[in-house]
């Protein structure tokens, strides 16, 4: 199989959050703004795509097949093991063995060697392609066939499944609409900002591999969740996330950013959503202060009513008490629903 169109691709599974945003509501049975959508089909993914690209401006589909397994198997970087990422499968994916019976929040397993997530496990991930054998022929950019008897491709293994399906070279189909608490999708965008397609050597295009992996992650639309300190203070972590931030929305003045405050519930309903709002302002403080305009910053508090983790512990609190920021093409006609 040989790659030559160049394409970006979600570091994330879509997240509840982003669904939301783009479609105004939340099908999926396990409920967190961090957890991957499911319960949708190919329809529902293909209206979603359909509808980001208008919002954005930009061409955004469901992955083929090929570009699914190259992006799953790390491409030119790739280790050759088993599952995205790793031999060992409970390193990189959310399976029943591990699961405890439900979806987990994006991310929070180890990534494959082009620092993409969950490719193996957590939902199974619609692809654009039908269903079908595949050739024994090298083929370049396969696109797979257009209709079919066993439904739609999906790949990746889920939550409830065993560690077999986790494999990157499972395959597998379901019919277009249907939908499963198991399986959700990722995004790819094509024709991005930058060209990154050259001309090599006999006129023959093919994409640059450090170009490919310095911009197959897909990071200007996804929700990131930044943990504050005990001391309500910036991490170095949580500054380089939002240097990065800022570093984008200086080169890309159409973009706005979204800035929403959470927090454990420790203390009063008053008290939380205070501590909220406050660590929203923490963030957009500190953009302003490295050049993005304060008028491109949305800030919100959500107080204790989005937890992403359990509040019963430690680790958990820490990781309930955060800001998220998501950056949003501007556009008029743009509603985020959080």
């Not at 500054?239 to 200086?250: I, Q």
């Amino acid at each position: 199989m040989n790659i030559t169109k160049d394409y970006y691709i979600g570091k994330f599974e879509v997240t509840q959050a982003l669904w939301q945003t783009v479609m105004g509501n939340n099908p999926s049975r396990f409920k967190g703004d961090s957890l991957p959508v499911e319960q949708v089909s190919w329809y529902d993914a293909q209206e979603f795509c359909a509808e980001l690209s208008r919002m954005t401006g930009r061409r955004f589909s469901l992955p083929t097949e090929a570009e699914w397994e190259y992006a799953a198997r790390g491409g030119k970087k790739s280790t050759k093991a088993k599952y995205s990422g790793s031999s060992g499968v409970s390193n990189v994916a959310w399976y029943k063995d591990n699961s405890g019976e439900q979806t987990h929040p994006v991310g929070r397993l180890h990534p494959n060697e082009l620092g993409i997530y969950d490719m193996s496990g957590n939902v199974y991930e619609l692809c654009l392609d039908w269903y079908g054998r595949y050739s024994s022929v090298s083929q370049t950019d396969p696109k797979g066939s257009g209709s079919g008897d066993e439904g739609v491709v999906i790949r990746g293994g889920s939550w409830y499944g065993s560690a077999y399906p986790c494999r990157i070279s499972y395959r597998c189909g379901i019919v277009p609409g249907g939908r499963d608490r198991g399986i959700g999708f990722r995004v790819v965008l094509r024709n991005s900002m930058n060209e990154m397609v050259k001309d090599i050597g006999e006129g023959k295009k093919v994409v640059k591999q450090e170009e490919f992996e310095k911009h197959v992650v897909l990071e200007h639309i996804e929700s990131v969740v930044i943990v504050m300190d005990a001391n309500d203070k910036l991490s170095d972590l949580t500054s380089r996330g939002l240097d990065k931030a800022a570093e984008f929305m200086k080169h890309h003045p159409d973009f706005n950013v979204l800035i929403t405050g959470h927090t454990d519930n420790t203390g009063t309903e008053e008290n939380n959503q205070a501590r909220s709002e406050r660590y929203a302002r923490i963030a957009a403080d500190y953009l302003v202060e490295k050049g993005v305009e304060r008028s491109r910053i949305t800030c919100k508090g959500y107080g204790a009513s989005r937890p992403i983790d359990t509040n019963d512990t430690f680790e958990g609190r820490l990781h309930n008490c955060r800001v998220e920021f998501t950056i949003i093409r501007n556009n008029r006609n743009l509603k985020v629903n959080f």
